[in-house]
């Protein structure tokens, strides 16, 4: 089996980032949505990733941001994803086609109408995400991952599944073939802090999958 992509998202602390590292992480994304409960300052993240090693690629999660915010923050941080969580067409992804960082644009999943209208997006990677009227991510909640084609990553390219992912179904998750799995609230204590306890769960149990070993 193939080694999916780790995201963890969410990260707000250096202790946090640490952890994640350590277990295995290959991502680990930085929430720049003032709305979110999970919002960092750049200068705040600045100072977590400079203390990262190179191997470990940065995300910068923004929710309806303008272009320019998007590219200043992306190049003063030295991103290498710029994630898009909220309504942003698929020409404004365009529009960022030529930054150094990549582009994954998220598309929250209501029903199988949104892998179609996933496949507008000219990004880097899709990122599938359980829909929320009111919430851009991090609900704790996932959609029905049974409605998803078996060739969804064909349609799509690199995917990544969200929404919901914990330790308990991080072995389900990886089970349906993604290139990627980002985990954020499923691993937490609350929405600033990680539960190390259960990142080494979630991480105990993906290895498990991958080696064969309990």
Request: charged letters at 20%; one cysteine or more.
């Amino acid at each position: 089996m193939v080694t999916p992509k780790i995201k963890i998202c969410g990260i707000t602390n250096v202790d946090d980032a640490v952890k994640a590292i350590q277990l295995g992480a290959d991502l680990l994304g930085f929430n720049f949505y003032p709305k979110s409960p999970r919002y960092i300052e750049p200068h705040q993240a600045e100072e977590i990733i400079i203390k990262l090693p190179a191997f470990i690629y940065t995300v910068g999660v923004f929710v309806n941001a303008d272009a320019e915010t998007i590219r200043k923050t992306a190049g003063d941080l030295m991103l290498d994803w710029v994630q898009l969580h909220g309504d942003e067409s698929p020409g404004f992804c365009t529009q960022l086609n030529n930054m150094s960082a990549q582009i994954m644009k998220a598309v929250r999943i209501k029903n199988t109408k949104d892998i179609e209208y996933a496949k507008n997006f000219a990004a880097d990677a899709i990122l599938l995400d359980a829909y929320n009227p009111s919430l851009y991510g991090g609900t704790g909640r996932r959609f029905d991952w049974n409605s998803l084609p078996e060739i969804t990553g064909h349609i799509l390219g690199r995917t990544f599944l969200a929404g919901g992912i914990n330790p308990q179904n991080i072995i389900e998750a990886i089970g349906m073939g993604f290139y990627g799995i980002d985990v954020c609230s499923g691993i937490e204590d609350s929405p600033r802090k990680k539960n190390h306890k259960k990142m080494e769960k979630l991480f105990k149990n993906i290895r498990s999958v991958i080696t064969g070993v309990k």
